[in-house]
């Protein structure tokens, strides 16, 4: 290389960076016009939050906090001392010498990976300052007494918004990362992102809509939810389908899956190999699955009642007719299994005793302690929230979607605001974010019960309280056989509240915990065993206790649940075929309600 060639590609093309500055300058101004259009389109509201009770909450702390002097003062000092012992540290190694740390992330903090947060002493400054502050934010409202319990999780919940919006890591001058890749692309990647950017607010119509995969690598029916079956039954909530069986002869009673609406069915059937659909079949099981309509605003009416009428209770006639067989074993998941546990108290109450077991996958059934999803509910939130849900009949998806991501901002927000904008990079392709992506809308009449009657009341576990189609319902009078599958770090159904489902039902009731999340800890092959999982035969009144005397399996529970459902299965009979009974085939699994579109 001579020094001609070594000078091009030590120094920036000044046209380049020109050009690329020109285009930032153009697509900005582009950028502001397009959001300030959006905002005038869109409604109050942020996910399934009201911003104006969220003002009044950090109000209440801030009159609390000042009321306080003392202790305002004494945090002041901590964190002023913190910071003298990080400039001293920081001068020490400016000069060459050792340097302890103040401040670390933790173990799981992907944000700070790159090599330069730590050899750079500046960057590595700008990292503890950060997570010093963040430290203290967090602390400081944390004991601020007076506040209600809500209250002060909703003061807790959106600080820690707030600090992570404010991560050094998110901003352009603030992460070597996006720095290098600006000079070395000659900022390149800032058009390329502020492209994403127009990309995804006119993708949601003026809300931004951060992309989390590549949406063009997978479509439904070709690439995902490929296992073979046919929908053999639908109304106006679902449609159900009858998967193929996998082995020449099979269960005598069927198998039948309630998914939770709020998602679609299909996470249980991303790719063969770790499709929980595909595995039953394998194992014997005739799979019948519900798939929910993506409602618009026709169906605004529908009640958590519909769901049950014209979900399960519908799918097991549909299934005698299609098999012959009037028992079956229905698993429910998420919001799946409390209206599995719902129906099933409606049927001990009109003495129905079609359902022989029941399996019930990261469920709440006790709302009591419903984890960071109680931030969205009080009656200020619900009733901003039907308010704007009367507009159209439904709850958007993208609200939904936004709800749940704020849980997991770091992963599921500030991830791709980096890679996407800052370093103007394509998400990478990824089934399960895809899925992720394929949002949902919540009728309003439903969504309103649902929330006001379990998470805002919890009424589902006082007896007699809740009536479904005019029947009161008893949760505490099922007999029926029960396998509860929770999972440790589940962040939308808290492992130690949904084990208290475990202490309500009179049945015999098995309780199985799974390493990792509300997603992972459930899809989980036994050929990856990529998670492990608990095992305690008894069944003690506090989750702590139980877990205290579980023993650990360092492979998958999917066997472990096969080996308990076995008990249920009601002998083996020759294999049935979609269509060989008195259902005809309507169309080809996955089925055309999946393939609707939410904004």
Not at 30 to 37: C, G, I, N, P
Not at 218 to 236: M, S
Not at 294 to 304: C, D, T
Request: net charge negative.
């Amino acid at each position: 290389m001579n020094d001609s060639e070594a000078s091009q590609e030590q120094f920036p093309d000044p046209l380049q960076w020109t050009r690329n500055m020109a285009e930032i300058a153009q697509l900005s101004e582009r950028l502001v016009r397009d959001f300030l259009a959006g905002q005038q389109q869109q409604s109050g509201g942020m996910g399934m939050a009201d911003p104006l009770n969220i003002g009044g909450a950090f109000l209440e702390m801030t009159q609390r906090l000042v009321s306080d002097p003392g202790r305002l003062v004494q945090a002041q000092l901590s964190l002023w001392q913190d910071y003298l012992r990080l400039w001293s540290n920081t001068t020490q190694r400016f000069l060459g010498g050792p340097a302890e740390s103040i401040a670390e992330p933790s173990p799981g903090d992907r944000r700070f990976r790159d090599a330069a947060w730590q050899e750079s002493t500046l960057f590595d400054y700008i990292k503890q300052s950060y997570l010093l502050t963040a430290r203290w934010l967090q602390s400081t409202v944390q004991q601020v007494d007076g506040l209600d319990d809500k209250t002060a999780r909703k003061v807790d919940f959106y600080t820690r918004q707030f600090v992570d919006a404010m991560a050094p890591s998110n901003f352009l001058l603030t992460n070597p990362e996006v720095l290098r890749a600006t000079i070395d692309s000659r900022g390149e990647n800032l058009v390329n992102g502020l492209k994403h950017v127009l990309e995804d607010l006119d993708r949601g119509k003026g809300k931004l809509m951060i992309k989390m995969t590549d949406l063009d690598a997978f479509k439904v029916g070709e690439n995902i939810a490929v296992t073979k079956g046919k929908v053999v039954f639908q109304n106006d909530l679902m449609q159900l389908i009858q998967y193929e069986p996998a082995t020449e002869t099979v269960k005598r009673r069927p198998l039948l899956i309630i998914p939770p609406w709020i998602n679609k069915f299909y996470i249980l059937d991303l790719r063969p190999d770790n499709s929980f659909i595909k595995w039953a079949s394998e194992q014997g099981h005739t799979v019948f699955v519900i798939s929910w309509v993506n409602p618009n605003e026709q169906l605004a009416l529908k009640q958590f009642e519909d769901y049950m009428l014209e979900g399960p209770l519908a799918a097991l006639d549909a299934m005698e007719k299609a098999t012959g067989e009037k028992e079956a074993n229905v698993i429910g998941y998420c919001l799946g299994g409390t209206l599995l546990a719902s129906t099933l108290a409606y049927m001990t109450a009109k003495k129905d005793n079609r359902i022989k077991s029941a399996t019930y996958f990261v469920t709440m059934l006790d709302f009591k302690e419903a984890g960071e999803l109680s931030v969205f509910i009080d009656e200020e939130q619900i009733t901003a929230l039907e308010g704007r849900m009367s507009e159209h009949g439904y709850l958007e998806g993208s609200d939904m979607a936004t709800t749940f991501n704020m849980l997991r901002a770091n992963d599921l927000i500030w991830s791709f605001v980096v890679n996407n904008y800052l370093l103007g990079k394509e998400p990478f392709p990824f089934d399960l974010l895809y899925w992720n992506s394929d949002s949902t809308r919540m009728p309003a009449a439903m969504h309103a019960f649902y929330l006001r009657n379990m998470y805002q009341e919890n009424k589902l576990i006082e007896p007699g309280v809740l009536s479904l189609a005019g029947v009161p319902i008893d949760l505490r009078k099922i007999k029926t056989p029960a396998f509860f599958l929770s999972t440790k770090e589940d962040h939308i159904a808290p492992w130690k509240s949904t084990y208290a489902g475990t202490q309500i039902f009179k049945g015999p009731i098995t309780f199985v915990l799974s390493a990792s999340g509300h997603i992972a800890g459930v899809i989980n092959p036994p050929a990856k065993s990529k998670y492990g999982h608990w095992t305690n035969a008894t069944l003690p009144k506090t989750p702590d206790e139980w877990l205290t005397g579980a023993a650990y399996v360092a492979t998958s529970w999917w066997p472990t649940w096969e080996k308990w459902i076995g008990e249920y299965s009601g002998g083996d009979v020759p294999a049935r075929h979609p269509g060989d009974g008195k259902l005809k085939v309507i169309e080809d699994a996955p089925g055309s309600y999946v393939r609707v579109k939410a904004q």
